[in-house]
């Protein structure tokens, strides 16, 4: 039998996700001049991910702690790494216009 199959992963989740996406959203808001078409976000999302510290968590408590980042040190470290990521892909996108 398998690890999947003996235990619930559902309730791992990396916190770190959520505000990268957040942040992703705001600034593609704002910024005119990025492709927004799925390769480019998901690019932007991934590149963001791989550069910031994952934060998991499994419980409640974890929950309650993740969402106590938001304005902290932690989120703006998300939101340069988002920065970076938009800057990154929108001037070396994976596909031609």
């Known amino acids: 039998m398998s690890i999947r199959d003996e235990y619930d992963f559902e309730f ?10 957040q ?4 600034q593609l808001g704002e ?3 990025a492709c927004k078409c799925r390769d480019c976000v998901l690019d932007m ?3 963001a991910l ?12 974890g929950t309650l702690y993740a969402h106590a980042l938001d304005g902290s040190e932690y989120e703006q470290e ?3 790494a988002v920065r970076e990521a938009i800057r990154r892909v929108a001037t070396n996108t994976a596909h031609s216009s």
């Open 50 to 61: 791989n550069n910031v510290k994952p934060l998991y968590r499994v419980s409640l408590l």
């Open 12 to 21: 791992l989740v990396n916190e770190a996700e959520r505000l990268v996406l």
């Open 31 to 33: 910024t005119v001049s």
């Open 23 to 26: 942040q992703l959203e705001k």
């Open 78 to 80: 998300v939101s340069n």
């Open 45 to 47: 999302a991934a590149c």
